[in-house]
């Protein structure tokens, strides 16, 4: 069993939006093909994978580093015990040899690309959906096979207005999400309390909507927008300030009682042990949004989930950032708590299955092989580009 090619290429995600940090209109995803040797109804079978969404494709990474790394290894350097599949904890190693620690971000984004193909190709192999094979090996073969989601959306726009918002957000309602998701903070907090109130309206219950400042606020700032934000009651309070400023967590935590949600910007286990050693958050409410896809991938994400249980946090907690179907696959199959979704943004990288729709804001998992990214006809066809 062998890996026969390894292909990645960007591809552009460009778009008119923005939150209040960054817009997108450079915006890429890197995409991964990797070809095996393994014969399937006369095709050899392939793991697809692309590195979620917010932080550009990492191409130099994959083709300077992990790719040569990964084709030059021993054939059973990347087979499990019994030889019958690959095994993406070795390839992990492989693709991390000679890499100091630290510094994560581009290159845990490479990484996570690659680790996603990794893990589609394994479920191929055993013909099974992602989440099977997961619970399977994790959870004694308890699938949830209905995963929480919300819809996340209400991003700026050229000439986007209250009227549009709502347009916005009632489509997301009416298709069977239960909450939503608006960006804040890249407007004036008047305006912002409009938008909130706007959205409130439609779902009826605060509870209902949860807000996204994507990492802009200082702390002052972050806590003068809490006390404006508190009497509302929101689903939570996401990236208020810096990802990295742990100390500076503590003290939002401190004033704001409701939930607060950070991660989707830490990119290993370690950066996550240090939000939860020293941000303040609270294991009885607040949410974790660390993404697979940009952190290294799902390898990494087990350890994650294995410090979190450590220090007394339920993976139900968790909720990544993305939106895509790997996280949803590891939803099912871990037992974590959700998984963010962009009905309307991100063009063929947001979203899940052509025929998957959620009811009541959950998703009834799809049995497709691997992480079904077959049965999503817009992002496979750019996959089969490679
Ligand atoms: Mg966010």
């Known amino acids: 069993m062998n890996i026969v090619s390894i292909k990645y ?3 552009s995600i460009r778009s008119e939006i923005r939150n209040a940090v960054v817009d997108f209109s450079e915006m890429t995803a890197g ?3 990797i070809e095996s040797d393994v014969i399937r109804n006369g095709k050899p079978l392939v793991g697809y994978g692309f590195t979620s969404n917010g932080r550009y494709a990492a191409t130099g990474i994959v083709k300077d580093r992990l790719v040569p790394r990964l084709m030059k290894a021993p054939e059973e350097s990347l087979l499990s015990p019994d030889g019958n599949n690959f095994d993406p904890f070795k390839a992990w190693e492989i693709m991390m040899r000679n890499e100091k620690p ?9 990484v996570g690309s690659i680790d996603m193909a990794l893990w589609d190709l394994v479920a191929k192999i055993e013909d099974l959906p992602l989440y099977q094979v997961l619970a399977n090996r994790y959870r004694g073969g308890q699938v949830s096979r209905r995963v929480y989601v919300y819809a996340a959306g209400g991003y700026y726009y050229p000439g986007k207005d209250l009227e549009s918002l709502k347009d916005e957000i009632k ?3 009416d298709s069977g999400y239960e909450t939503v998701k608006i960006k804040i903070g890249g407007a004036t ?6 938008r909130i109130e706007a959205v409130v309206e439609l779902t009826g219950d605060p509870g209902r909507l949860a807000v996204d400042a994507n990492g802009r606020f200082t702390v002052l700032e972050a806590i003068r927008w809490g006390k404006a934000l508190a009497p509302y009651g929101l689903k939570w309070y996401e990236e208020p300030i810096d990802p990295v400023d742990y100390a500076g967590h ?3 935590a401190q004033m704001y009682d409701g939930p607060l949600a950070t991660g989707e910007n830490l990119f290993s286990t370690i950066d996550t042990r240090n939000l939860i050693r020293h941000g303040g958050l609270r294991a009885d409410r607040d949410y974790l949004q660390m993404d697979p896809a940009l952190s290294y991938g799902l390898v990494e994400y087990t350890r994650t989930l294995e410090m979190l249980s450590e220090h007394g946090w339920s993976r139900q907690r968790c909720i990544p950032h993305g939106g895509h179907q790997f996280a949803l696959h590891i939803a099912a199959g871990l037992g974590i708590g959700g998984n963010e979704s962009y009905p309307g943004v991100f063009g063929a990288f947001g979203g899940f299955g052509d025929d ?3 009811e009541s804001g959950y998703i009834e998992m799809p ?11 817009n992002l496979f066809e750019i996959l089969q580009k490679l």
């Open 356 to 358: 998957v729709q959620p």
């Open 189 to 194: 907090l008047e305006e912002d309390r409009k």
């Open 102 to 110: 630290g510094g994560h971000g581009e290159r845990s984004v490479a």
């Open 171 to 173: 489509g997301y309602l």
């Open 367 to 377: 049995d497709a092989p691997g992480i079904g990214i077959e049965t999503k006809s």
């Open 250 to 252: 503590a003290e939002i």
């Open 9 to 11: 290429g960007s591809e």
């Open 31 to 33: 995409i991964v093909a």
